[in-house]
């Protein structure tokens, strides 16, 4: 017996778990080639997806993200990119300091939302700017947004617009965050207390990534990186990360990632377990969804001149104890679950953990489903699909990979053993 393919059981699944509303909407799947917009004879192409791909920055005050920006705009490869900025405060300094800008019909291309915090205040004005970039006139003049939050900023809100907001959802994808990491102080960051219920900010860059870029390699030593790296695989198994300066790396590391794809969410889980291998080796706002404070005056030490000013000038204790609240957990069990089980499972852990388990990506197999069934979640939205077949010979199981705060491993591997089928 085998189960209906394609969309069926994913529908299955989401009608099972009734309780949760609210879903990741179905992703299209990815155009065969970047420049597909520009393409006419792939508008035929049955996978090609017409809505505009956006890619969010982030990282910490003064990690890089600018810079990295300056890099993609000057090695686009022909793409036309337009760049949402977000800054607190009226003066547009990160605008002045973005120096390939790229001269595209139809507007600007930097575009600034400074009256607030993208992940809060200014939502509905990311959302306005996104709309209309992505309707014609505008949208025929651009391949890509680019979106730099703020040091500041919580991705969870912002990631989360994109699925929520049905007509954005049907006019933009999200195809990745990118997480910019300064070395030499990230250490700090993470470990920084915050008062009961606020967002430890840049852990929440880190562990929402699909890529992190490890920059400032300059100011660390080997032996520091190699301990920074680890520490940001423990916190987030799912991303991949790339030691650089200046944030000199490929466009293609930052654009057309597929972080949101369903259709890549086996690769990435494979993939997580064998980086984890690796890294073992060696003013506050009412936004319910944005747990943190604006009023914080931070300041470093950039050649331009707005107010950070970090003046960390120690060096880092790779020793000593961190905070572990933020984790990845993955879990494996051979056999084949049962689908009502499982549906039963994670509809209700991740609506009653759904603030904590910030993502989650896996592998399912099924009872009498000849293919793998994969599954991703990002807080209380979750799609899952059909999958390639089993192969021959192949082991079948269940793998999944929960990106949270206060996992606890023991926990997850008894609630998925107890879907297993009897
Ligand atoms: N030594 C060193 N400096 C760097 C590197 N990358 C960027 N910088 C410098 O670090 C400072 C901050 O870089 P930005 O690109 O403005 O960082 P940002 O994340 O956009 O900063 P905010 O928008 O203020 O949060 C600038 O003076 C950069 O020239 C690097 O790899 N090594």
Known sequence: MSLPVSGSTASRTRAAVGPLRRHLKQPRRRPARAQAVADDTNLFDP???????????????GSGKTTLLN?????????????????????DIDSELITDKQNIDGGDTVIMLNNGCLCCTVRSDLINMLLELCSP??????????????????????ISTFFVEEMLANLARLDGLVTVVDSKHVMLHLDEEKPDDAVNECLQQVALADRIILNKLDLVDDDEATAIEARLRDINRLATVKRTIRGDVPTSYVMDVGGFEIDDVEEQVIES??????????DDCNDPDCGHEHSHSHEHSHSHEHSHSHSHEHSHDLDHVHDNTITSVSVSIPGNLNLE????????????????????????????????FVFQSVHMLFEG?????????????SKLVFIGKNLDQD????????????
């Not at 006139?137 to 912002?158: F, M, Q």
């Open 137 to 158: 006139p505008r949208r025929n003049n651009i391949d890509h947004v680019v979106i730099e939050t703020t040091g500041l900023a919580n991705p969870s809100p912002i």
């Open 385 to 397: 699909d059909v999958g390639k077949e089993w192969a021959d010979g192949e082991e079948r199981g």
């Open 341 to 372: 089980r499982v549906n039963d499972w994670l509809g209700t852990l991740l609506e009653v953990r759904g603030n904590e388990i910030f993502r989650t990506k896996g592998i399912l197999s099924v009872t009498g489903c000849d293919n793998k």
């Open 273 to 282: 377990e064998h980086q984890h291998g690796h890294s073992h080796d060696a």
């Open 47 to 61: 996978s090609y997806d017409p809505r505009l791909p956006c890619t969010v920055i982030t990282g910490y005050l």
């Open 411 to 422: 926990e997850l591997e008894d609630g998925l053993k107890a879907c297993l089928e009897e």
């Open 71 to 91: 890099n993609l705009l000057k090695n686009s490869e022909g793409k036309r990119i337009a760049v949402i900025e977000n800054e607190f405060g009226a003066i």
